[in-house]
């Protein structure tokens, strides 16, 4: 059993920062996980892909969001950070971490509600 706990995510103002946090635990080590990211889904949209980066720390980045956040992975703590900065009301939404280890398996956390006000 894998869990994703997700932390930091609230209100902030256009142009403000914000840091969402996610910590994975359970049956893991350093070297079983593999790619770390974070989705976001807005009402009425898809789920999207924001940022993932892999155990090589290969980093992909959506359009949208290039230039203004940043993801980084702390193996030791099996936490992967998404550091927001200048934000816009269209990054309103819901976020999502994603784990993948192992051999294909992947756990979710439980989202957590980013809000940008202009």
């Known amino acids: 059993q894998v869990q994703a706990v997700e932390s930091g995510g609230g209100s902030a103002q256009a142009g403000g920062s914000l840091r969402l946090s996610c910590a994975a635990s359970g049956s893991l080590t350093v070297f079983s996980i593999n790619d770390m990211g974070w989705y976001r889904q807005a009402p009425g949209k898809q789920r999207e892909l924001v940022a993932s980066?892999?155990?090589?720390?290969?980093?992909k980045y959506a359009d949208s969001v290039k230039g203004r956040f940043t993801i980084s992975r702390d193996n030791s703590k099996f936490t992967v950070y998404l550091q927001m900065n200048n934000l816009k009301p269209e990054d309103t939404a819901v976020y999502y971490c994603?784990?993948?280890?192992?051999?294909?398996?992947?756990?979710w956390g439980q989202g957590t509600q980013v809000t940008v006000s202009s």
């Open positions: 980066i892999d155990r090589r720390m290969n980093i």
């Open positions: 994603s784990i993948d280890y192992g051999l294909g398996s992947s756990s």
